[in-house]
């Protein structure tokens, strides 16, 4: 497989997150965006409709309380930038820091089974949410349930409290 074929140029090669709509997290918060960010670069499926021109870089940042993200080629020359109403998002998000937070305490001291039945709990609102983002994005940008998964963690990011 070369380079220019589409399965190697349909993906991300650099995700960033807006420095100005950032909130600092934890440090399992932060960890957990590191690794979503490595993840993300490693494996994707990511692409424009009807354009065939990536590989891709991503910047992910919230303007007025949208989310924006920013698709550039290589180059940094953007060819799109999307703005999605969080409104939609807002119940998971919550949900999604409440069970986060109870997952964070459990590793600490709970027994094996109470992390894995919160994890669980993690795992499916993480699910739900990235389906959401697919939908949301339907038309705009292709990409799949990994990926999405993977995207809604940086969202998370956006939303922090430090």
């Given at each position: 497989m070369t380079a220019d074929e589409p399965s190697r140029r349909n993906r991300l090669v650099s995700v960033t997150l807006d420095e100005a709509s950032i909130g600092r997290g934890t440090s399992d918060q932060e960890h957990e965006r590191q690794i979503a960010i490595y993840d993300l670069i490693e494996e994707n499926s990511f692409g424009l409709p009807d354009l065939d021109a990536g590989p891709y870089m991503l910047r992910i940042a919230l303007h007025d309380a949208k989310l924006a993200l920013e698709v550039c080629n290589e180059k940094g020359e953007t060819f799109?930038?999307?703005?999605l109403s969080l409104t939609p998002f807002r119940s998971l998000l919550k949900d999604y820091f409440l069970v986060c937070e109870s997952y964070y305490a459990a590793i600490r001291s709970a027994t094996r089974a109470q992390i894995e039945a919160i994890d669980m709990g993690r795992r499916a609102v993480h699910n739900e949410a990235a389906q959401l983002l697919l939908e949301r994005l339907k038309g705009k940008i292709e990409c799949d349930?990994?990926?999405?998964?993977?995207?809604?963690?940086?969202?998370t990011a956006l939303h922090w409290k430090g």
């Amino acid at each position: 497989m070369t380079a220019d074929e589409p399965s190697r140029r349909n993906r991300l090669v650099s995700v960033t997150l807006d420095e100005a709509s950032i909130g600092r997290g934890t440090s399992d918060q932060e960890h957990e965006r590191q690794i979503a960010i490595y993840d993300l670069i490693e494996e994707n499926s990511f692409g424009l409709p009807d354009l065939d021109a990536g590989p891709y870089m991503l910047r992910i940042a919230l303007h007025d309380a949208k989310l924006a993200l920013e698709v550039c080629n290589e180059k940094g020359e953007t060819f799109a930038v999307h703005i999605l109403s969080l409104t939609p998002f807002r119940s998971l998000l919550k949900d999604y820091f409440l069970v986060c937070e109870s997952y964070y305490a459990a590793i600490r001291s709970a027994t094996r089974a109470q992390i894995e039945a919160i994890d669980m709990g993690r795992r499916a609102v993480h699910n739900e949410a990235a389906q959401l983002l697919l939908e949301r994005l339907k038309g705009k940008i292709e990409c799949d349930l990994d990926t999405a998964r993977r995207i809604f963690t940086l969202v998370t990011a956006l939303h922090w409290k430090g």
